[in-house]
């Protein structure tokens, strides 16, 4: 019995805390293994004294033989039980084994769910994306749809004052030669007004309202593939025929010498534009009255034309009237008046006035969030009150770290504003940033982004007239026109 105890191996003490495992495993295969041929040993020997006690006669060799086989019982026992808790080990093996699977697979799926999950996420921000841009393009068409119907009603009247109005077959001829030019389809745009000018000439003689109009149509779309000459040329042709037949304060006289001006605008000839210009906003300040919105325009191209040959009163003047007549006829919070405080902050900004337009700037942002919200409060702040704030926390070291995420949802709300939003939010950000409040400039200039709306640059610029000809800059609505 000991020399078969003798040959089990067991690990030393000091390793056991080393070993993995599966080295566990192995080392409690072994000691099982070797526990059971000690246990069918022991059993042997035994079986062999209990044979001898049967043919012993003395009673203490009995008594002897009887005490040994005692011990061997005992010791079976022990290795019962070390085989016993070996077999144990080995199922929580197993246990710990399937446990360990369960969780890989667990791992796996939580692995799955987190990429579907911001596959998830990816596409809600595209579709919320696409959502805002639908929502600003709606927004948009609405107020083209408002401002074409306005003025269409605007051009019918002023032409029934002065005696002509433009044939429902002209207006129809205008909208479908626009798409043409909008589809850059100028091969066949331009040959259907030669045409229709061709046929106009035949039956009515050349010295008629409705050549004029046909040439106005055809200079326009001179004008959009940049042929100036040509379009000039029309324009003054144009312009004659309606001086002779109309009378030289005829709203389409005006609508003329506004095209014309615009055009002249832009080929840079601002001094040759000017005195178009304010003829034009004589004869509609005679007609419509001085406080009529068509009248408003005329003044915002005059002012434009005004700053770009730096003559500031002058374009201060302008637009603060065009400011007042929007406001009193229209109310402040229609995108015009909006619109033209840029023009006016930009003028301010040309002369160094950065208070004023800084001034401007932060109306035009209060009233956009207003119109949304209703109120400006602790919870409700305009953003350039945020920026501002930011601000004042970078400069004591406690820098605010919040996203702007809170303000996307603002930009989608301002809907039709939003182009006049993104660029106020870039002028007044570039103002801050001339001031040195970087990061209320670039808490501005984020959220611009963040707006995702591609606009039209931060200064004004002249654009052709709609159904009057009445030319103004806008920073998203770029409407024509050529009665």
């Known amino acids: 019995m000991s020399r078969t105890m003798s040959t089990m191996v067991y690990p030393r003490e000091e390793k056991l805390d080393k070993l993995s495992q599966e080295e566990i495993i192995s080392n409690t295969k072994l000691v099982m293994q070797g526990l059971e041929a000690l246990k069918n040993e022991h059993n042997s020997i035994l079986h062999s004294l209990l044979e001898t006690i ?95 119907e306005f003025m269409n009603h605007s051009a019918v009247a002023a032409a029934q004052q002065g005696g002509y109005e433009i044939p429902a077959r002209l207006r129809t001829l205008h909208n479908l030669v626009i798409q043409y030019a909008s589809q850059g389809r100028y091969e ?34 001179y004008r959009d593939q940049n042929k100036y000459k040509e379009a000039a040329h029309l324009l003054n042709d144009a312009l004659s025929i309606r001086e002779k037949t109309l009378g030289k304060d005829h709203p389409a006289v005006a609508a003329t010498l506004n ?49 770009n040959q730096g003559k500031y009163d002058e374009v201060e003047y302008y637009y603060c009237r065009a400011l007042e007549i929007y406001e009193s006829c229209l109310g402040p919070d229609d995108p015009n008046v909006a619109k033209t405080k ?39 702040k305009p953003i350039w009150m945020h920026a501002e704030e930011r601000e004042e926390m970078s400069k004591s070291k406690h820098r605010d770290s919040t996203p702007y995420a809170e303000y996307g949802g603002w930009y989608k709300a301002c809907k039709v504003s939003s182009p006049t939003v993104n660029t106020t939010l870039r002028n007044l950000g570039a103002l801050y940033r001339r001031q040195g409040k970087l990061e209320a400039a670039e808490t501005l200039e984020e959220c611009a982004v963040r707006s995702r709306r591609q606009v039209t640059p931060e200064g004004p610029s002249l654009v052709w007239g709609a159904l009057q000809g009445l030319g103004w800059w806008v920073m998203a609505l770029p409407l024509v026109g050529v009665w």
């Open 54 to 148: 049967k043919c012993l006669k003395k009673d203490e060799e009995a008594n002897l033989v009887h005490e040994k086989s005692n011990l061997l019982r005992k010791s079976v026992e022990m290795i019962e039980l070390g085989l016993g808790e070996a077999q144990v080990m080995m199922a929580l093996s197993n246990h710990l084994n399937a446990v360990e699977s369960e969780k890989q697979k667990l791992r796996a799926q939580v692995r799955r769910l987190c990429q579907e999950n911001q596959w998830l996420r990816d596409e809600l921000a595209n579709t919320q994306q696409k959502l805002q841009r639908s929502e600003q393009t709606v927004a948009q068409l609405e107020e083209e749809k408002k401002h074409l």
């Open 188 to 221: 066949v745009a331009v040959p259907l007004c030669k045409q229709a000018l061709e046929d106009l000439e035949k039956t009515s003689g050349h010295d008629h309202p409705d050549v004029a109009t046909m040439l106005n149509i055809l200079a326009l779309v």
């Open 259 to 307: 095209n014309l001006a615009v055009l002249y605008g832009k080929r840079g000839k601002y001094k040759e534009a000017e005195p178009l210009c304010k003829r034009a906003l004589e004869i509609r300040e005679k007609v419509l009255g001085k406080d009529h919105p068509d009248v408003a325009k005329q003044l915002n191209n005059l002012a434009l034309l005004c700053q």
């Open 342 to 380: 840029n023009n006016l902050a930009s003028c301010y900004l040309k002369q160094g006035k950065y208070k004023d337009a800084e001034v401007l700037y932060k109306d035009i942002l209060t009233r956009a969030h207003v119109k949304e919200f209703g109120s400006v409060d602790d919870e409700h």
